[in-house]
């Protein structure tokens, strides 16, 4: 009797994981990484589909760990401007099989279980792509944190977001180390958007003053100090809850970088994140003629050239965890819930106060980085993927290409040089922005297949999106498994007083 087909052979690649380059052939049954094979010998097995990668790099699928998607109004006018299904339509083009968006607390909300299944609700039968949810806590009260526990157990949500900045969403120092125990208690991974909000609103109210309004002026209300001292502060306070784990987000500032280099090397369980935005984009990016720099305006903004080369050095070297897109969409030639809604007849060039903060970049992530060369392939998978897997309790199902135990969710690049040299372009992107603040920016590869548990869902050459809406799923997480992150706290022991 002859054994069935596979599903489907990779045939001719180059795999690359966290940990090793080689040829090898991928053999896929039933949605897993069945088989890995020497380079070619899979090419005659029976297969329901062979695809020949011709020398192109294989990998584990992106996992953007950091996406806003139709989130509500949180503050200002400004509305996002992918949906879920826009959202993981663009994140799958660009090589990405799981995403990680948000689930949004507003202040006025006493539950985080109810924004779960309102949230749950938006992204049910839309996505392309796996996902998962952080969720965002803005509102801290005792209701909400007696629904940690059933977050992680029943939810499959084993991650929060906390911000120390922006009025509508700032936590002050007494919520953060609420958040924080009750987080530990319950092995949730916090994330931390670290701004220092009161001097940032006495910048704001300064640079009002003195009518300075240009979009430029963002960068003068959020200088680097901004966030060197607010990452220091969360540390301590991550220090003085018997040093619970927590992830810096989108970190901009090599200040910033070297006090979580400097806690990392103490032993301290202190992760960080950082992005393209502060990789390809400086602050000379916001400062265009009339309204154009509002297209680059994000939190924390784009620093400078030397600026660029610290963040790098920091992917390399370890400081940086995960290199995620923070996609968050607002379109720019829209005064109704976009980029121009701060723009009035007495200030027609806007308020920087009021630009919404954010920039598209789900689908640009991994052909920005992998073009620019700037990294081993190693740690491009371990920075893209891997850790993302490790970090938020998805490893080795997601981020691995282990026989047997992996989904068999891939991203094919094409073989070195086929594509020459590429311009990256809005009009070639499947976001629902209207523009891309990497817009000109040369690449040299891009996604050619996305497959998710073992089907073909971005085909470059042949129809480009041929998945369906609604394939992609909602995937449970368990603890992080990252650098024995929970194993830690264990030996800490419990949050002490007595001890203090």
């Not at 053999?27 to 069945?34: R, W």
Request: hydrophobic letters at 35%; charged letters at 20%.
């Amino acid at each position: 009797m002859e054994p069935e087909p596979y599903d489907l052979i990779i045939t001719n690649g180059v795999c690359v994981t966290a940990s090793d380059v080689a040829a090898l052939d991928v053999a896929v049954k039933d949605g897993k990484i069945v088989l890995l094979a020497s380079s070619g010998s899979l090419g005659s097995a029976k297969s329901k589909r062979t695809i020949d990668a011709e020398g192109g790099y294989v990998m584990p699928g992106g996992i953007d760990c950091h996406v806003h998607l139709q989130e509500p109004s949180m503050f200002g006018k400004g509305s996002s401007a992918d949906s879920y299904e826009t959202g993981t339509r663009s994140a799958i083009a660009g090589g990405n099989t799981t995403i990680i968006a948000f689930a949004p607390q507003q202040k006025n909300l006493d539950s985080v279980l109810q924004v779960l299944e309102t949230t749950h609700q938006l992204a049910k039968d839309n996505c392309y792509c796996d996902y998962g949810f952080h969720l965002l806590v803005s509102n801290p009260c005792a209701k909400a944190l007696s629904e940690f526990k059933q977050l992680a157990s029943h939810g499959g949500v084993t991650s929060l977001k906390i911000y120390m900045t922006y009025t509508a969403l700032q936590l002050r120092d007494d919520e953060i180390l609420s958040v924080l125990l009750t987080a530990r208690q319950n092995r949730i991974l916090t994330m931390i958007h670290a701004e220092n909000g009161d001097v940032l609103n006495w910048l704001t109210d300064q640079l009002e003053a003195a009518k300075l309004f240009a979009p430029k002026y963002h960068s003068n209300s959020r200088p680097p100090v901004l966030e060197s001292e607010a990452t220091n502060r969360a540390i301590a306070l991550s220090s003085l809850i018997a040093n619970t784990p927590i992830l810096l987000v989108h970190v901009s500032d090599p200040e910033a970088a070297l006090r979580i280099r400097q806690a990392q090397t103490a032993g301290q369980p202190i992760f960080a994140e950082t992005c393209p935005q502060y990789l390809f984009l400086t602050r000379d990016d916001l400062d265009k003629p009339g309204f154009e720099g509002a297209k680059c305006v994000c939190s924390p903004p784009p620093r400078n050239k030397e600026d660029q080369l610290a963040i790098w050095r920091g992917l390399k070297n370890g400081t940086f965890t995960v290199l995620s897109s923070d996609h968050c969409p607002f379109r720019f030639d829209d005064a109704a819930t976009g980029k121009k809604t701060c723009i009035t007849h007495e200030h027609p060039v806007g308020k920087f106060k009021y630009i919404p903060n954010g920039l598209p970049g789900i689908e640009t992530r991994l052909p920005l980085a992998l073009s620019a060369n700037k990294m081993a392939l190693t740690k491009f998978v371990e920075v893209t993927s891997t850790n993302a897997a490790k970090l938020y309790g998805l490893y080795p199902q997601k981020g691995s290409i282990l026989p047997g135990v992996s989904d068999a969710d891939l991203v094919v690049f094409y073989p070195k040089g086929k594509l020459g040299k590429m311009t990256v372009t809005n009009s070639m992107l499947h976001h629902d922005c209207d523009y891309t603040p990497f817009e000109g920016r040369t690449v040299d590869n891009w996604p050619r297949y996305t497959i998710l548990r073992g089907n073909v869902i971005w085909d470059r050459d042949n129809g480009g999106i041929v998945g369906a809406k609604g394939y992609g799923k909602f995937v449970k997480r368990g603890k992080s498994s990252l650098a024995g992150i929970w194993e830690t706290v264990e030996e800490e022991g419990t949050f002490d007083l007595e001890a203090l």
